[in-house]
């Protein structure tokens, strides 16, 4: 078989298993092109306020980023929600909401670089406690044309505040230092570890909080901002602290505040991490080697020479008070 034979050959077979593992049924000319159509959505950024046993709307806004027009569909769904912020799809309707949320029906057109505004419409009931609730949706863009079309679905939630006092509680620990280490004792330019915060209550809290970096050889701090972040009930997340000293061998001190509600909005609780570790560049640990040796060598060279100076002069002084006795023996 010649190479343009191969060619022909393996074009056909690639082909062939696209067209089967996209399950179209249809033939290898069917197959067209491959056509992504991209969408965005957004959600208010803090939760809604609502208030048992009222009905409240939720905007939601879907965007067409693309050069041409795209049909979608908005329909719920029910959302896990993991640890560090992760968001899993059930694939089914949410049991909770499902019949409390309405969404908007049927297929919506958004224009090229544009998009629309979509109102769901939530019934709050009367017994449920206080807490941060979150309805899940996606939004999917409805397939035209022939051929293999790749369809970017994407998933979101909206967050709803049911007011009333509630028990919130968190803890925090600073784990590390990362890197090479021996207990307080870092070899590097800055110190890294990472702050866990962990949801120990049975609601929903938002949190934030800073790092100020401070050493020995500097007092102004240095701050990190740990942003406006939400952990469901026995979960956590996780966020990356860095401290770099001033010079080469330095005390570097984390002091980590994270600040979250109390048993109501107005109020708020802190906790506050203190950690101080010993950062040393490694070239300052050879510098250091290298200036023992020098001062050792320096010292050493020294103490020779007088070594044998002295050594000398003592052989010298038994040889004169001889001849001193033999010349007195003789008078």
């Given at each position: 078989?010649?190479?343009?034979?191969?060619?022909?050959?393996?074009?056909?077979?690639?082909?062939?298993?696209?067209?089967?593992?996209?399950?179209?049924?249809?033939?290898?000319?069917?197959?067209?092109?491959?056509?992504?159509?991209?969408?965005?959505?957004?959600?208010?950024?803090?939760?809604?306020?609502?208030?048992?046993?009222?009905?409240?709307?939720?905007?939601?806004?879907?965007?067409?980023?693309?050069?041409?027009?795209?049909?979608?569909?908005?329909?719920?769904?029910?959302?896990?929600?993991?640890?560090?912020?992760?968001?899993?799809?059930?694939?089914?309707?949410?049991?909770?909401?499902?019949?409390?949320?309405?969404?908007?029906?049927?297929?919506?057109?958004?224009?090229?670089?544009?998009y629309v505004n979509v109102t769901?419409?939530?019934?709050?009931?009367?017994?449920?406690?206080?807490?941060?609730?979150?309805?899940?949706?996606?939004?999917?863009?409805?397939?035209?044309?022939?051929?293999?079309?790749?369809?970017?679905?994407?998933?979101?939630?909206?967050?709803?505040?049911?007011?009333?006092?509630?028990?919130?509680?968190?803890?925090?620990?600073?784990?590390?230092?990362?890197?090479?280490?021996?207990?307080?004792?870092?070899?590097?330019?800055?110190?890294?570890?990472?702050?866990?915060?962990?949801?120990?209550?049975?609601?929903?809290?938002?949190?934030?909080?800073?790092?100020?970096?401070?050493?020995?050889?500097?007092s102004d701090p240095v701050e990190?901002?740990?942003?406006?972040?939400?952990?469901?009930?026995?979960?956590?997340?996780?966020?990356?602290?860095?401290?770099?000293?001033?010079?080469?061998?330095?005390?570097?001190?984390?002091?980590?505040?994270?600040?979250?509600?109390?048993?109501?909005?107005?109020?708020?609780?802190?906790?506050?991490?203190?950690?101080?570790?010993?950062?040393?560049?490694?070239?300052?640990?050879?510098?250091?080697?290298?200036?023992?040796?020098?001062?050792?060598?320096?010292?050493?060279?020294?103490?020779?020479?007088?070594?044998?100076?002295?050594?000398?002069?003592?052989?010298?002084?038994?040889?004169?008070?001889?001849?001193?006795?033999?010349?007195?023996?003789?008078?």
């Amino acid at each position: 078989m010649d190479l343009h034979a191969r060619k022909r050959l393996a074009f056909a077979l690639a082909t062939a298993m696209i067209a089967v593992a996209a399950g179209t049924g249809a033939g290898v000319a069917a197959v067209q092109a491959a056509t992504s159509r991209s969408i965005a959505v957004g959600v208010p950024t803090d939760p809604v306020l609502v208030r048992p046993g009222e009905a409240s709307e939720l905007p939601i806004r879907v965007i067409n980023p693309g050069a041409t027009a795209v049909t979608v569909m908005v329909k719920g769904e029910g959302i896990r929600l993991g640890n560090d912020g992760h968001v899993a799809l059930t694939g089914r309707p949410d049991p909770e909401w499902s019949t409390r949320a309405s969404f908007p029906a049927g297929e919506l057109t958004i224009q090229p670089q544009s998009y629309v505004n979509v109102t769901v419409t939530v019934h709050v009931p009367a017994h449920l406690p206080p807490n941060l609730y979150f309805i899940g949706f996606v939004v999917t863009p409805v397939a035209s044309g022939s051929g293999v079309v790749q369809i970017n679905q994407i998933a979101s939630f909206v967050t709803i505040n049911l007011a009333g006092p509630r028990t919130r509680s968190l803890t925090a620990t600073v784990e590390g230092p990362q890197g090479w280490h021996i207990g307080t004792f870092v070899l590097g330019s800055k110190v890294t570890g990472t702050l866990v915060v962990r949801n120990t209550g049975r609601t929903a809290v938002q949190f934030w909080g800073e790092n100020n970096v401070t050493s020995l050889f500097r007092s102004d701090p240095v701050e990190q901002r740990i942003p406006v972040s939400l952990v469901p009930a026995g979960r956590y997340r996780e966020f990356r602290l860095s401290g770099a000293g001033w010079l080469p061998v330095d005390i570097v001190t984390l002091g980590v505040s994270v600040t979250y509600p109390g048993r109501t909005a107005v109020s708020t609780r802190q906790i506050l991490i203190t950690r101080s570790y010993w950062v040393v560049a490694p070239w300052a640990i050879l510098a250091f080697l290298v200036l023992v040796a020098l001062l050792a060598a320096w010292w050493a060279l020294p103490h020779r020479q007088h070594s044998r100076s002295t050594s000398r002069g003592r052989v010298g002084r038994p040889a004169t008070d001889r001849l001193w006795v033999k010349s007195r023996s003789r008078w």
